[in-house]
């Protein structure tokens, strides 16, 4: 992997640098955050403007054709800047499943993805079973298409969602995958908004009989168990990307509050201790950007990897936790108050546990020959 940011690159995170400080300061997260889908539709339609919902799909599309790791450099800005927003799990989920199926029917709908119009987000988890095993919603072959039964946990955005990207296993082959698109209002459909203190607005989908003409049907057997396993894998990578961004604000931040406050007659960064926190702070958060780094490259360049997402993942549930516990250290009384932006930041960027899959299971993955 080449590890050297190219000068477009440098170029496209600068510039989304520099309009997410302007358009998207803390005080608009928090009023995204308090809305009734938790983000901002102003917000969303300028980065729309800007290009970067289309950033990675092909140009057909309405897409640019960038690379996936120029995705995930984008999606670093985000985190960094804390948005509130669908970004991560549509784009480097729904969006390139759907390009990646190369369905003529769907070119309409990418680019009205593309410009901002349509929300097209994925329900690809399913629900844990009492073994702890996935289950997908059951598609039943009907007259006019199909009829999908069972439930998707924790589907990020769905209030706000007109398309659902939705994983099943088929009745008549329960070995076989198949990946249907629903409108959001198809009937048997239904929203149950689930109590969380993560910024992504989760909701159980839950379907009952819902109806799936034939056009529905993405893709089904092989492929779609490919295209399936490739968008978790890249959700998972961009996830951890997300997480790398926000924790670079963290670092600035902490490091900024211990050069500041002073305590007997010094600022507290004078003090040992509190340097060895922000070493330490500094060593998790590069290893997180490398492994999330790495495996998006290998996700561009179309090289398997199963296994650096693994570890770039069993890394992020590994050591942000430790790392927003050591920031909450060295601000004190302050960093826990909801006042305080590092409440934000703490809300957003700890890995959240429905959609990465337990740390042993990504080590089993990682430490697999």
Not at 71 to 93: D, H, K, N, Q, Y
Not at 255 to 264: G, L, S
Not at 280 to 305: N, Q
Request: with cysteine; proline share 5%.
């Amino acid at each position: 992997m080449n590890t050297h940011i190219d000068e477009a690159q440098e170029m496209l995170r600068t510039s989304a640098r520099e309009f997410l400080a302007e358009n998207c300061p803390t005080k608009a997260v928090r009023e995204a955050r308090s809305g009734a889908t938790g983000l901002s539709c102003d917000l969303w339609n300028a980065m729309a403007g800007l290009g970067w919902q289309g950033l990675a799909l092909p140009e057909r599309c309405g897409g640019s054709s960038m690379s996936f790791l120029d995705l995930c450099l984008l999606i670093e800005e985000l985190g960094r800047a804390c948005v509130p927003t669908p970004f991560v799990s549509a784009t480097a989920g729904s969006a390139l499943l759907l390009a990646g199926a190369a369905r003529e029917q769907d070119v309409p709908l990418l680019k009205s993805f593309a410009l901002g119009e349509d929300l097209i987000v994925p329900a690809l988890w399913g629900t844990a079973g009492a073994d702890g095993t996935t289950l997908l919603p059951t598609a039943r072959r009907a007259n006019s298409g199909f009829t999908l039964d069972g439930a998707h946990a924790f589907v990020p955005f769905a209030a706000a969602a007109r398309h659902f990207v939705c994983a099943a296993r088929m009745a008549a082959q329960p070995d076989e995958v198949a990946l249907f698109l629903l409108p959001a209002a198809a009937p048997g459909t239904a929203l149950t908004p689930l109590e969380s203190v993560s910024d992504d607005r989760p909701c159980i989908l839950e379907l009952s009989g819902a109806q799936a003409p034939d056009s529905s049907l993405i893709c089904s057997g092989r492929e779609a168990a490919t295209l399936l396993e490739l968008a978790r894998q890249r959700i998972d990578a961009a996830c951890c990307c997300d997480i790398a961004g926000a924790l670079s604000w963290v670092l600035d931040d902490t490091v900024a509050y211990a050069k500041d406050r002073k305590q007997f007659g010094q600022p507290i960064g004078a003090f040992e201790v509190l340097q060895h926190y922000c070493a330490d702070m500094h060593v998790m958060l590069e290893g997180l950007r490398v492994s999330a780094y790495h495996a998006a490259w290998r996700l561009s360049e179309g090289l398997p990897a199963s296994r650096d997402v693994a570890v770039a993942c069993a890394w992020a549930q590994r050591v942000v936790p430790q790392f927003l516990s050591l920031a909450h250290q060295v601000h004190g009384a302050m960093g826990v108050t909801k006042e305080h932006d590092l409440h934000l930041y703490t809300t957003h960027a700890m890995p959240p546990g429905h959609t990465l899959l337990p740390r042993a299971d990504y080590l089993e993955a990682a430490l697999s020959i």
